[in-house]
């Protein structure tokens, strides 16, 4: 359900019309069918080799119809924990 209020929010004060969300390939499952449910794309990089979040690929597909960013604390198959700190300065 939050990725529905995540949208409808976009669109109403964005106007955004193909909404994206960007994680990591580690994002819970639920992000996948709470995106195709919604009509959301679903953007995922792969992790570096720690396992953790990719800074760098998730800032190059962030755009003006990015309506939410995903980190993961912890993640779903390792346990690790993403740079949350960071992934929020990337918003």
């Known amino acids: 359900m939050s990725l529905l209020a995540y949208r409808e929010k976009a669109r109403t004060e964005r106007g955004v019309t193909k909404p994206n969300i960007v994680c990591s390939n580690t994002a819970h499952p639920a992000f996948d069918k709470g995106a195709h449910y ?38 779903y198959p390792y346990g690790n ?9 990337l918003a």
């Open 81 to 89: 924990y993403d740079p949350v700190e960071k992934i929020a300065e």
């Open 38 to 75: 919604f009509g959301i794309e679903l953007r995922k990089v792969p992790v570096t080799k720690d396992s953790l979040a990719d800074l760098d690929g998730i800032s190059k597909l962030i755009d003006k119809n990015t309506i939410c960013l995903i980190a993961s604390a912890p993640e």
